[in-house]
């Protein structure tokens, strides 16, 4: 019988995976000293001593040699002589509460930490397990989207995250594709209008219609009406998978939209857009995508990870190679691919002319 020979780990793997292992504390410690406002209270006191800390916050001693114990192991805080200070990263969090980041930590603790928990059995049972079995539990609501019309607080977290993470995909999309030579727009999925509402204020001619369901439809028409745009953007509520969508127009976007749906799925909207769009009109997608190689980036796997256990039992993230097969299959011709920001890909497609 063969000897196995057992070669002990290096340190240098052994400290990485600890790091690994540590890495469900260090998140907590980041919620924790943000609601507590410890990142505010060292912006305004740098070098401020854990008993000045302690008073501050209200906390007992206890409770303050374990938070900044905490923050200072895992680098959300700086320690030098007796006082503590930000680090680079923690002082974005020392602000506006109401600022992105600070919005992405109150959203990562509200609506994935826990669900994440489950996504062995997710992935295991190919479902929204984590969804089922946190953020669900106890509601009447099956999905994610009726359980924000149920819970006021989650809904007010998602929102805030929404129009944070819309108004950073709007400002590069307009920034990367010039609609000028468009009439009219066609937005499906486009939420409460912080698309359109962008084409029509940069492109004072363009005419915009958001397609989405009747509810949200009603909320993008108080968004348009609030910024004076009723003449040129509408809401169009409808059932995207029952009905045809809306013609005459030369260009329809789907902006973070995809994602949640399965590759059949997006072959039937690739398909229903084609019937839709004038000869010579642009299809142009804006998408949460993994890298053709399939092995990145990070928030790729994160979106990934986040649709699967919680957001949509069908929907994945996918390649822009998978788009451009998909598309070119409905009849589309590719035009170009672009990179604007950190997280996203945009793609545009053309519509044959007739003939």
């Not at 809401?235 to 949640?260: K, M, N, Y």
């Not at 010579?280 to 997608?285: C, D, R, W």
Request: proline share 5%; aromatic share 10%; net charge negative.
């Amino acid at each position: 019988m063969k000897e196995i020979t057992m070669t002990a780990p290096s340190p240098t793997a052994l400290d990485e995976l600890w790091k690994l292992v540590y890495t469900s504390f260090r998140f907590p410690f980041l919620h924790a000293a943000l609601r507590l406002k410890l990142f505010a209270l060292l912006k305004e006191q740098p070098g401020a001593t854990r008993e000045e800390i302690t008073r501050a916050l209200e906390l007992e001693e206890r409770a303050g040699h374990v938070l900044l114990l905490g923050c200072s192991a895992f680098e959300l805080v700086r320690k030098e002589g007796d006082g503590y200070h930000n680090t680079a990263a923690t002082d974005i969090l020392a602000g506006d509460p109401d600022e992105f980041m600070p919005v992405i930590v109150r959203y990562t603790h509200e609506m994935l930490y826990r669900p994440m928990g489950w996504l062995y059995e997710s992935l295991v049972e190919n479902d929204n397990v984590g969804l089922d079995r946190e953020l669900l539990a106890g509601s009447s609501a099956t999905t994610l989207y009726e359980l924000l019309g149920e819970d006021k607080n989650l809904e007010k977290v998602f929102t805030a995250m929404m129009e944070h993470q819309s108004r950073s995909v709007v400002e590069d999309f307009v920034n990367s594709v010039d609609f000028s030579s468009y009439r009219h727009v066609l937005d499906v999925g486009g939420g409460t209008g912080t698309n359109a509402i962008a084409f029509a204020k940069r492109w004072p001619h363009l005419q915009a219609t958001i397609l989405e369901l009747p509810n949200v439809a009603k909320m993008a028409e108080e968004q348009i009406a609030e910024a004076g745009l009723v003449d040129r953007v509408h809401a169009v509520g409808a059932d995207i998978w029952q009905e045809e969508f809306p013609t005459s127009h030369d260009c329809v976007v789907f902006s973070r939209f995809l994602e949640i749906w399965s590759p059949e799925q997006v072959r039937d909207l690739f398909a229903k857009t084609y019937r839709a769009l004038e000869p010579g009109g642009h299809l142009v997608i804006v998408a949460c995508a993994q890298d053709d190689d399939e092995t990145g980036p990070a928030h790729a796997a994160f979106m990934s990870a986040y649709v699967h256990t919680i957001a949509s039992p069908d929907g994945r993230i996918y390649t822009p190679q998978d788009f451009e097969q998909w598309y070119t299959e409905a009849g589309f011709e590719p035009m170009d691919r672009q990179y604007p920001g950190r997280f996203d890909v945009i793609l545009r497609a053309r519509k044959p002319e007739a003939g």
